[in-house]
């Protein structure tokens, strides 16, 4: 599984340029949607224009699943901007996109995931509470993450 989890993106994305490089992007900003601050989604768009990346924007939390699954399918990187976790979380799991997600992720797909997009990717996203508030409309029975990786991201740490 191809993974690449950060805490800001637009400060190390030039690092992996080579898997960006003229290749489709599915830019997940859903996560952002609730938050105050957003200036970490247009820079994301910026760098990936300047890495030479074709960018398709989708909002999970709106999108009928057919049109998720087409845009998924077709990308090469599926990216998750920072934001709110919990509101991810149950977007993707109420969407069953979090089953599309894996099933591209288990074609070798890369996905990038910024703060919010790499928490998710933990067993539990429960440990992020102290940062990140639930959402009142949390539809969720439990804390469960993508359970991608053995350990959970701390992004922001100092």
């Given at each position: 599984m191809k993974l690449f989890l950060c805490s800001h993106f637009s400060s190390v994305g030039s690092l992996i340029k080579e898997?960006?490089?003229n290749k489709k992007v599915a830019f997940i900003p859903t996560a952002s949607l609730r938050e105050g601050?957003?200036?970490y989604v247009g820079s994301a768009r910026k760098l990936f224009n300047k890495l030479g990346a074709a960018v398709t924007e989708i909002d999970i939390s709106t999108e009928a699943y057919l049109t998720i699954q087409s845009v998924f399918e077709d990308a090469d990187v599926i990216y998750f901007t920072g934001g709110n976790?919990?509101?991810l979380m149950d977007q993707l799991r109420k969407t069953g996109t979090d089953e599309l997600l894996k099933q591209e992720l288990a074609k070798g797909k890369l996905m990038?995931?910024?703060?919010?997009g790499a928490i998710i990717c933990a067993?539990?996203?429960q440990y992020i509470e102290q940062m990140d508030k639930k959402p009142e409309d949390y539809s969720q029975e439990d804390d469960a993450g993508l359970d991608l990786i053995d350990f959970y991201v701390l992004p922001h740490y100092l």
């Open positions: 898997e960006i490089d601050y957003t200036g976790s919990f509101f990038i995931g910024e703060s919010a067993p539990t996203i």
